[in-house]
């Protein structure tokens, strides 16, 4: 039951912490992009879309890679899972918030799903890294361990 708990509690904090950190970095993307264009206003409207799209994103991110729902699954399988259910989510908000119109054309379709797959491989690169970096650590540590566990039988 407290693991239960636990995992509750950590997913209320990672939507708090994913909707502060996504609401600040779309705010200065925006502002940044305004500043560029001299756009002078931020509407209400927008603004209201934006924090709805964020908070529907990172609850997305949060059932996936929180072990509340999905308990079992891989760090790639859960990557995979993500990338592909945010994608379509991404294409939704992208006609929601009128990024794209109509249906696009298929080199525009191209260069969206290259950049998925780009960042999705870029992910994968270094999650395989960081896995073989921690599986060298976790043997050496293992090898120490051993090595005075016998020396300790033998006196």
């Not at 708090?16 to 002078?40: K, P, V």
């Not at 509340?68 to 918030?97: P, Q």
């Not at 992910?123 to 090898?143: D, F, H, M, N, P």
């Amino acid at each position: 039951m407290q693991n239960c708990k636990d995992k509750v509690i950590q997913f209320g904090v990672w939507m708090r912490n994913g909707i502060a950190f996504c609401t600040t970095w779309f705010l200065i993307l925006i502002l940044a992009y305004n500043h560029i264009f001299n756009i002078q206003t931020i509407s209400t409207k927008s603004l209201t879309k934006l924090v709805f799209w964020i908070v529907g994103g990172v609850f997305i991110f949060n059932l996936i890679f929180t072990r509340l729902i999905i308990k079992k699954w891989s760090f790639t399988r859960r990557l995979t899972c993500f990338m592909s259910v945010i994608s379509l989510y991404e294409c939704l908000g992208f006609y929601w918030f009128g990024f794209f119109e109509g249906k696009g054309t298929i080199a525009q379709w191209g260069a969206f799903i290259g950049i998925i797959f780009i960042l999705y491989f870029i992910c994968i690169a270094i999650y395989q890294k960081y896995s073989k970096r921690q599986g060298e650590i976790y043997t050496q540590v293992l090898r120490e361990y051993q090595s005075k566990r016998s020396m300790q039988h033998e006196k």
